[in-house]
């Protein structure tokens, strides 16, 4: 069995734009002196069991994000591919490229999420091999409200449960031939998913959740960037 890893990296980052004096794309911002998409790329290299990483970018950015891989000495296991219009098809395109067995394990991992360590991809590394799908989720904190949307705003319409509740994040990890199967059929029913387990679930898969964290965050919005450099600095600290 061996472990590849898919990194969708070709999204324009719109919403973080609004912030920022610089138009590019979030995962190619500076964190503390290193582009956002490296660190995620090291925490993945870090790990033994993973055999290659497959970035997907734009095709306007391969051969930046080439040169940067082999300046930073990730070239052994990382490979760069053409991403696509979605985070969907950017992933759909790097797994056609990684040539797997179905009983081999595909981790997708957010590139704005930089401060992934490698104990959390181990783990769920641990519980594919074990349930076949799992994903690592933050349990919830807030009141969880859903809403009906209005012209002014939202009503509530229920209030769940939070132990009901986990915020989905990556790396999210399966079997690369149900990773495949519910790809091809997420593909014959139009389906797009916001993350790789929506896909697999609507298969009929159970996914398991593997515990997550506040630092792993997605760099998103406006302030990400200084909130994930003063988890980094915390974490130099110890
Ligand atoms: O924009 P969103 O928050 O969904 O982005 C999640 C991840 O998916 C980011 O790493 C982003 O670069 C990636 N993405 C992609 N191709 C797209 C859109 C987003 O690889 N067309």
Redesign the pocket.
């Known amino acids: 069995m061996q472990v590849f890893v898919i ?7 719109t ?1 973080m734009a609004a912030g920022h004096s610089t138009s590019s ?3 190619f911002l500076d964190l503390d002196g290193l582009p956002i998409l490296i660190y995620s790329l090291r925490a993945f290299a870090q790990v033994p069991e993973v055999k290659s990483i497959y970035v ?2 734009r095709k306007s950015e391969m051969p930046r994000v080439e040169a940067q891989v082999g300046s930073y000495g990730l070239a052994e296991k990382v490979w760069v591919v053409e ?5 969907q ?3 759909a395109n790097a797994l056609q490229a990684l040539k797997c067995e179905d009983d081999d394990i595909v981790l997708v991992h ?3 999420r930089p401060l992934i360590d490698p104990a959390t991809i181990s783990r769920t590394i641990d519980a594919v091999a074990k349930h076949g799908a799992a994903i690592v989720g933050l349990p919830a904190v807030d009141t969880i409200k859903q809403v009906e949307r209005t012209a002014d705003g939202a009503i509530i319409t229920a209030t769940i449960p939070r132990e009901y509740i986990v915020q989905a994040q990556t790396p999210q990890g399966f079997r690369c031939g149900l990773l495949k199967r519910a790809f091809a059929e997420a593909a014959a029913d139009g389906f797009t998913g ?1 993350d790789e387990a929506s896909i697999v679930e609507r298969s009929g898969v159970s996914v398991a959740v593997v515990a997550g964290s506040a630092t792993n965050l ?1 760099i ?1 919005q406006p302030g990400d960037l200084e909130l994930a450099g003063f988890y980094l600095s915390q974490r130099t600290k110890r």
Do not use: C, F
Request: zero cysteines.
């Open positions: 990194i969708p990296a070709a999204g324009l980052g919403r794309p979030k995962q997907a970018v991403g696509g219009d979605s985070r098809e950017s992933v957010d590139a704005v916001t997605k998103t």
